[in-house]
C-alpha cells in the first residue's frame, strides 16, 4: 500500500524498450506508487507484450506520435481515466534511476510546490556518469539562456525524469504542444507564465547502448527549437503575441481522487 493520501502514478512512455523495461519496472518503488501506465508509441519490438506480462496498464498508439504525443497520452489517461493526482514521469530506457522517485513526490505530496524536476547537474558528475561533452555544454548554455528568460533560476531544463502535480497540467493546455522532445521546454515555459512552483533534486544518469538518446543534428534542431519558445514566451509576456501554447485549457478533467486505491 502506497504511503499517502494523493494517488500517485508512474506514467512511462516507451518507444523500443523491452531491453529496459523490466529493469525500470523493478527499480519502481511501488509502495511509493499506486498505478504504473505504460503508453507505447508504435514499438517493432516487444514491449508491449512484455509490459503487459508484467501487469503494467498499456495504452498502445496505432501510429507513431512522437515523444511530445506519447506524453499527452500518458498524462489525459493518468488524469481521465485513473485519477491521478500525481504524475511522474519515467523512462522506461533506465537511464534515469526509478529509486529517487519519493524525492520527486515528497514536496508535491506536502503541497510545497507543483512540479518537481530531476537534475543531472545537481546530481555530481554528469560528464563523469557518460553525458557526451557536446551535450553537457549545450545543456548549460540552453539553461543559461532559459534562466534568463523565465527570470527564474533551475540548474537543469532538459532532464526526461519530473513530477507534475494535477494542478500544474490542469493549469496548462499542453495540447497545444509539439509531439517531439520540445514539448519538454514547452511545458515549463507554459508552467513559467501559469505561476508554477517548479523544484529541482538531484539524480544521476546512466548512459549505455540500449538507452534511448538523440544524435547530434537532432539535437542542434532541438536546441533552436528551445530558442524559438523563450522567443514566443518573451513575445507572450509582453503582450505582443501569444502563440496557442500559452491559451487556457479548454478540455474537462474528472475530478481528483483523494481515496488511495490498492494495486
Not at 503487459?52 to 489525459?76: A, D, F, M, S
Not at 534568463?148 to 540548474?155: C, D, E, G, K, N
Not at 509582453?238 to 501554447?245: A, T
Request: proline content about 5%; overall charge neutral.
Amino acid at each position: 500500500m502506497p504511503l499517502h493520501e494523493k494517488k500517485v502514478v508512474a506514467v512511462l512512455p516507451a518507444y523500443n524498450a523491452q531491453k529496459t523495461l523490466q529493469a525500470t519496472y523493478d527499480d519502481i518503488p511501488k509502495e511509493w506508487v499506486d498505478e504504473i501506465l505504460l503508453v507505447d508509441d508504435c514499438s517493432r519490438d516487444d514491449t508491449v507484450e512484455l509490459s503487459r506480462k508484467l501487469g503494467i496498464r498499456t495504452v498502445v498508439h496505432e501510429k507513431n506520435r512522437g515523444y511530445g504525443g506519447n506524453q499527452k497520452t500518458c498524462y489525459h489517461t493518468a488524469m481521465d481515466e485513473m485519477g491521478a493526482d500525481i504524475m511522474v514521469m519515467v523512462h522506461p530506457d533506465h537511464q534515469y534511476d526509478p529509486t529517487i522517485i519519493p524525492e520527486l513526490v515528497k514536496p508535491l505530496l506536502r503541497g510545497e510546490c507543483d512540479a518537481v524536476f530531476g537534475s543531472r547537474m545537481l546530481g555530481g558528475r554528469p560528464i563523469e556518469g557518460g553525458m557526451p561533452k557536446w551535450k553537457y555544454f549545450a545543456n548549460l548554455f540552453l539553461t543559461m539562456i532559459e534562466n534568463a528568460t523565465f527570470y527564474v533560476f533551475l540548474s537543469e531544463y532538459h532532464s526526461g525524469f519530473r513530477a507534475y502535480s494535477r494542478r500544474y497540467l490542469e493549469s496548462i493546455d499542453f495540447d497545444a504542444n509539439s509531439d517531439d522532445f520540445v514539448f519538454d521546454t514547452e511545458i515549463i515555459a507554459q508552467g513559467v507564465a501559469k505561476r508554477m512552483l517548479i523544484r529541482e533534486v538531484p539524480i544521476q544518469t546512466r548512459y549505455f547502448d540500449e538507452a534511448s538518446q538523440i544524435g547530434f543534428w537532432r539535437s542542434v534542431r532541438y536546441g533552436l527549437a528551445i530558442l524559438k519558445t523563450m522567443v514566443l514566451y518573451k513575445l507572450h509576456k509582453k503582450r505582443i503575441y501569444s502563440h496557442g501554447i500559452f491559451r487556457d485549457p479548454a478540455r474537462p478533467h474528472l475530478p481528483a481522487t483523494a481515496a488511495v486505491h490498492p494495486r
